[in-house]
T-cell receptor
Framework: RKEVEQDPGPFNVPEGATVAFNCTYS??????FFWYRQDCRKEPKLLMSVYSSGNEDGRFTAQLNRASQYISLLIRDSKLSDSATYLCVVAGGGADGLTFGKGTHLIIQP | DAGVTQSPTHLIKTRGQQVTLRCSPKSGHDTVSWYQQALGQGPQFIFQYYEEEERQRGNFPDRFSGHQFPNYSSELNVNALLLGDSALYLC????????????FGQGTRLTVV
């Protein structure tokens, strides 16, 4: 079983729509959770941290369900510039470094 | 304020050769982690250097080694290159031995032929 699993997509979504991604993680002792964004042939950049209480940053909302070991990201009113790969990341719990999922590829269409 | 810088940006090597990649961390950061990202995959943790020592290591063979200098910059060395070592090598800098709150460099794209 992969440590962090994501649907690779691609997700083709019209501009202005709402899109949701999910990921699951296998290490129940993981302590920190993040979503990173990676544009084509660029480095990953931190989009937002994910907290058990849920957190929102503008059009982006992240949720963590520790019992189900499940993390989600919701993007509202999607923009063309949201087209990218979104990487689910966990850390801690005895694992070294950051553990990345393969990423979910999002394409926003005009 | 310079971010994380890596050199070179691109590199082509022949199977069996050795390669050295370099990373300068973000100003104020003292910890450097290295990741390998193969095409279509997420980054995989190679190792982390803090206080000039390897502190953590992922599931990579001994062909992968590194070093951290007193100015916190770091090198990644890969010996006996294999075709499968072709990937984007990312350096991430952070503070005080942490893995989180990490900033990534633009990466070095290594092609082994």
């Amino acid at each position: 079983r992969k440590e962090v699993e994501q649907d690779p997509g691609p997700f083709n979504v019209p501009e202005g729509a709402t899109v949701a991604f999910n990921c699951t993680y296998s290490n129940s002792a993981s302590q920190s959770f993040f979503w990173y964004r990676q544009d084509c042939r660029k480095e990953p950049k931190l989009l937002m941290s994910v907290y058990s209480s849920g957190n929102e940053d503008g059009r982006f909302t992240a949720q963590l369900n520790r019992a189900s070991q499940y993390i989600s990201l919701l993007i509202r009113d999607s923009k063309l510039s949201d087209s990218a790969t979104y990487l689910c990341v966990v850390a801690g719990g005895g694992a070294d470094g950051l553990t990345f999922g393969k990423g979910t590829h999002l394409i926003i269409q005009p | 304020d310079a971010g994380v810088t890596q050199s070179p940006t691109h590199l082509i090597k022949t199977r069996g050769q050795q390669v050295t990649l370099r990373c300068s961390p973000k100003s104020g950061h003292d910890t450097v982690s290295w990741y390998q990202q193969a095409l279509g995959q997420g980054p995989q943790f190679i190792f982390q250097y803090y206080e000039e020592e390897e502190r953590q290591r992922g599931n990579f063979p001994d062909r992968f080694s590194g070093h951290q200098f007193p100015n916190y910059s770091s090198e990644l060395n890969v010996n006996a290159l294999l075709l499968g070592d072709s990937a984007l090598y990312l350096c991430a800098s952070s503070f005080n031995g942490a893995s989180t709150e990490a900033f990534f460099g633009q990466g070095t794209r290594l092609t082994v032929v």
